[in-house]
């Protein structure tokens, strides 16, 4: 067969052999429903490929853009060929169009959403105002979203596998010292927290003063100077009032009491874009 030539924004379709066609390297799935998929191979051994592959020409052969569920299905039924639209993108293109096509299909897990929106940023830059834009969502969606990478190892396999929601995940945040996430994860599993009830777990500790929103230095339980303690009520404001300022920003924020009415409020920035952004919402909000 001959090479077919690229057909960019064309809807002319090839028949591509199945084994010249490599998965997309930005493909933000780690796994694929079973029984979804059994479902799939039936259908395509009776019925064929309906929907053709989206796929790019590279060095190698071809690379599948869109379409990774029909390749597994029609390589489980033996098919030799499969029906594809080809067209030029560049590799930012490319994982655009994955993100987007299994957001807009739900097919992501949160985790899996979090961990594609941050390998995109990594390797593209930008920021997260622009990524929310090109995947159609509200910025403060994508923040939220990433801080779920903030927590721990064990909490984001929870959070992996299905035993926790990303609402309880999220509502896990405000404690912000890593044991306390992990049990407090742990203790949802085991007697079923609803996610409001896990966040009044959270309230009470903060009031209560079993936790430190924040690491208390190293002289031995004292509170980080300049902060105020968790356990007070005027502690538990101040943190609630970080939180609204972080989701309105969509960047970390603290804010530092001292003696009195003095303080500080700390805003960070990754980059001079996000910077520039965060200087826009304050002065329109101003």
Excluded at 48 to 77: C, N, T, Y
Excluded at 78 to 105: H, T
Excluded at 132 to 155: F, H, W, Y
Excluded at 185 to 206: F, G, M, P, Y
Aim: include cysteine; proline fraction near 4%; aromatic fraction near 4%.
């Amino acid at each position: 067969m001959g090479t077919p030539a690229l057909a960019g924004g064309s809807t002319e379709y090839v028949p591509i052999p199945v084994d010249s066609i490599a998965r997309n390297p930005y493909q933000p799935r780690t796994e694929f429903d079973s029984e979804e998929l059994a479902e799939l191979v039936q259908s395509i051994a009776q019925h064929g490929v309906l929907q053709p592959l989206l796929v790019r020409k590279v060095a190698e052969g071809w690379q599948l853009i869109a379409g990774e569920r029909r390749l597994l299905a029609s390589r489980r039924v033996g098919l030799a060929e499969v029906p594809c639209r080809v067209v030029e993108m560049d590799d930012k293109s490319v994982c655009e169009v994955a993100i987007v096509e299994n957001v807009q299909r739900a097919d992501l897990n949160d985790l899996e959403k979090a961990t594609a929106f941050q390998g995109y940023l990594d390797k593209f830059g930008g920021s997260i105002e622009e990524l929310a834009r090109k995947m159609g969502k509200d910025r403060s969606t994508i923040s939220n979203c990433l801080r779920l990478l903030e927590l721990p190892e064990q909490v984001k396999q929870a959070l992996g596998r299905g035993a926790i929601s990303a609402g309880h995940a999220r509502a896990l945040l405000p404690l912000e010292v890593e044991s306390h996430q992990v049990d407090l994860c742990a203790q949802i599993q085991a007697e079923s927290l609803s996610v409001r009830r896990t966040e009044e777990v959270v309230r009470e500790k903060l009031l209560a003063g079993d936790v430190l929103p924040f690491a208390a230095t190293a002289g031995g339980g004292n509170k980080p100077k300049g902060r105020t303690r968790g356990g007070s009520i005027g502690g538990a404001h101040v943190r609630d009032l970080e939180r609204q300022l972080r989701d309105a920003l969509g960047t970390k924020v603290e804010i530092s009491l001292k003696a009195k009415q003095a303080g500080k409020l700390v805003v960070h920035f990754a980059n001079n874009e996000d910077f520039e952004r965060i200087c826009h919402f304050l002065k329109k909000a101003g």
